[in-house]
């Protein structure tokens, strides 16, 4: 990260060292674990860390690592969370007993790790999962729930030995970096895994590189719908044990009977009824969030590869409405658009292209116009709060709105609606 700076130096307050961070490594993803390795060790970071729940997969991570640390919570555990990226805060990344932790923690940890790293150049990702660690450690929590950011076996994350891994789904989804195949993929997912350890893969149709790289890995693998299954909203675990999976949360059935079927096999909890009820009714902004407006509902989705746009599409399919549904969507250039969009033909009645121009990555609203010119609805393009208020005065009773797409999409729309008190109830 650098030298150290001299003691007439003024600290650095949470947002400069952000600053920092982003503009420090020469390029924003390094797959690759020797370098955070290094600075892990120096740190003591790998010697007897806490328990560790590893979660993979290319959707559905969120949600498993939410549920995972409620319920351990709830059984009187001290529990780390650590997920990626966030909507509004860095803060959110880093949470213990479901709690952001503090500016000054943050601060905290990243000067040890700079002073611990003066010849080494570590990525945004590489820093914030270090100091996720750091943190856990410092404030001896029992078990840490870590979100792979990108992939797995190279992940940063990936340098801590996992008790116990999940895998969710495996899409197509940074293929720059994984393969341009759910079957390489597959076997980037799987390097969360350890020899002799659980791993509980909730891919319902999954690569066979998947099974046979945790085979070599020496896994010991629970396989939706060979070991565990849901069936008719009831989850069959592997120790035939049956539950009953509340209906109309934002938690997909397969990724909350993955994080039951996960309790279950690591000893940690007591699972009954009661705990699937509980951990069932846990709200994970931005996936699937459904919030009742005086006439209208809003519905939060940082849906923004195909496999999330298909449940997207499937979840507004399932719960309709009797008014229009209208977008306002935002998405990445390097996303398969033209394929997420196609899925969207019939889903909804207006388009709302909001402008990420300040996102380098971010696709312009001219080029998604063109996408959506063949599907002949209206579309309107601007920024959020702009778009919103034009969606406002054409809004009527029965009518839903769903902000989708990048994270950068609804974090833009969870801070505009809180900054003007947009309230409502979240189901």
Known sequence: MGAPPSLSMAPLSLSEWLERLESQHPVEIELGLDRVAAVARQLGL?????????????NGKGSVVTVLSAALLSSGKRVGRYTSPH?????????????????????????????????????????????ALWIFRERGVDVQVLEVGLGGRLDAVNIIDADLSVVTSIGLDHTDWLGDSRELIAVEKAGVARPGRPCVVADPDPPGSLLSTLDALGANTYLLNRDWRISEAELHTAARQ??????????????????IQALEVSGLVKVDQSLVNEVAAVNLTGRLSRIQKQDFELVLDVAHNVESVSQLVQFLEDHPVSGKTVALFGVMGDKPIRDMLSLCKSAFDEWNLIDLCRVPRAMSTDRLAEFLEPMDVAINQGSFSDLWHSVMTRTTAGDRIVVFGSFFSVGE???FLAAHHHGGEQN
């Open 46 to 58: 790998m010697s007897s860390p806490p328990t560790t729940l590893t979660v993979a997969g290319t």
């Open 87 to 131: 909507l509004n805060r860095f803060n959110e990344r880093i949470c213990i007993d479901e709690v952001e932790v503090q500016d000054a923690e943050l601060v905290a940890a990243f000067e040890v790790i700079d002073c611990a790293s003066p010849d080494i150049s570590l990525t945004y990702f590489e820093v914030a999962t270090l100091a």
């Open 242 to 259: 049956r539950y009953q999976l509340p209906g109309n949360t934002g938690l997909l059935p397969v990724n909350l009977g993955a994080a």
């Open 413 to 415: 729309a969870t801070s």
